[in-house]
């Protein structure tokens, strides 16, 4: 509104000072001659400069008008999209044919991110394929190719597309993931540290879960103690570090007692007092349970260590306690058979304790966080579901 007040304004003035104007101008040019008033001639600039701007104004309108309607477009796609996910987690299979069919008004034959609704409606090879070959679909159609492969167990197409990924998208999350996962699967260990390392600098990785895994890693490449300094919950870390280091074994056990008492740490801690005498064996045992003597594991070490020395009345005591404070297990009830048996030499009481060894549940083991399934041993990668660094001690 302003500029059109100033435009008047300024008409006006140049039509006064054109009546009241007595300076004239020649202008000479390719065999011409034009006299003009020289307010005139900067009317006609003004002129020129307000109706360029007025030119304008349709067509910045329009634009607009065009910027409103493809924001809405997208707009429109965008919900669309979040109906597609919703239909595809819910199963909804009639939902997700009426959206097949809305497909073809929101995306031209010339935009190819419709491939992507289809590779969530209809996951299969050939989308996946087609998907592969644009460039704004490229990366999701290599990770569709990959999941296909790694179902199927081809190892070997999971390196080729995983290659190509590699080459295209080095820094990218899931390629990185992909990357290290194919690794461990492979055992090439050496090659997952460096890709941890990767994950750790572009902070793809939780502190914990890398802090861990590198522990796992430099286990299977054999160094305990770097191992076991990282992770000191794990007590396959502990006993293997003891064993490279003998002179600080047994500071090594208690520590990793401290931390996670499990059997396999008793067993690898007395194991370094086995030629002393029973005085110093039942010392030794009960310095390393020192920290929390009436635990369950506590009390499973004092009566295993009583029984091999053949202190029969003390074992049985220990095993007492333990079944007053805690529910009985399969091991506390192989125990107290063995005591009874070898102990008080009552065959027909072993023999019921014997029986309640097939009734009750295990006290401790490996565990895998993710399926739940129990193993023999720590291992990096779950036995049952291949999952990296999820066996926990239970």
């Known amino acids: 509104m302003l500029k059109l007040i100033i435009f008047i304004a300024s008409l006006i003035l140049i039509g006064f000072l054109i009546v009241h104007d007595n300076w004239m101008i020649t202008l000479s040019g390719f065999g011409y001659e034009i006299t003009i008033s020289t307010v005139l001639l900067g009317a006609l600039v003004i002129l020129l400069f307000y109706g360029i701007h007025l030119v304008k104004k349709p067509f910045m309108w329009l634009s607009g008008v065009r910027s409103k309607m493809t924001v809405n477009h997208y707009a429109k796609r965008e919900a669309y999209l979040a109906r597609v996910l919703h239909a595809v987690l819910a199963n909804d299979t009639d939902n997700i044919q009426s959206l097949m069919k809305q497909k073809k008004s929101l995306f031209s034959k010339q935009d190819k991110k419709h491939l992507l609704v289809e590779g969530l409606i209809a996951p299969h090879t050939d989308i996946f394929e087609e998907m592969s070959k644009n460039p704004e679909t490229e990366l999701a159609g290599l990770r569709g190719l990959y999941l296909e492969a790694q179902k199927k167990g081809d190892v070997k197409e999971q390196e080729k597309i995983l290659q190509k990924a590699v080459e295209n998208y080095p820094y990218v999350h899931w390629v990185i993931q992909a990357q290290f996962d194919l690794q461990i699967l492979q055992n090439d260990w050496e090659e997952a540290l460096k890709t941890l390392?990767?994950?750790?600098?572009?902070?793809?990785?939780?502190?914990?879960?890398?802090?861990?895994?590198?522990?796992?890693?430099?286990?299977?490449?054999g160094h305990y103690a770097e191992a076991y300094a990282l992770d000191k919950t794990n007590p396959q870390f502990a006993i293997l570090a003891a064993q490279v280091n003998p002179k600080k074994a047994a500071d090594i056990l208690l520590d990793s007692w401290r931390v996670t008492p499990a059997k396999e740490v008793y067993t690898a801690y007395m194991d370094l007092f086995k030629n002393?005498?029973?005085?110093?064996?039942?010392?030794?045992?009960?310095?390393?349970i020192s920290s929390n003597p009436t635990s369950k594991q506590a009390l499973l070490a004092l009566a295993d260590t009583a029984i091999r020395l053949e202190l029969w009345q003390e074992a049985k005591e220990t095993l007492q306690v333990y079944m007053a404070s805690y529910p009985l297990t399969k091991e506390v009830a192989e125990l107290m058979a063995t005591v009874i048996r070898e102990g008080w030499h009552h065959p027909e009481e072993a023999r019921e304790w014997e029986q309640k060894v097939t009734e009750s549940e295990d006290n401790s083991g490996w565990l895998c966080g993710k399926c739940g399934q129990k193993t023999y041993e720590w291992q990096v990668t779950c036995p049952h579901c291949q999952t990296f660094d999820s066996i926990l001690y239970r």
């Open 197 to 221: 390392e990767v994950l750790k600098k572009h902070q793809l990785i939780a502190k914990d879960a890398y802090t861990k895994g590198k522990a796992g890693l430099l286990f299977k490449t």
């Open 276 to 288: 002393e005498t029973a005085l110093k064996q039942m010392k030794a045992v009960k310095k390393l």
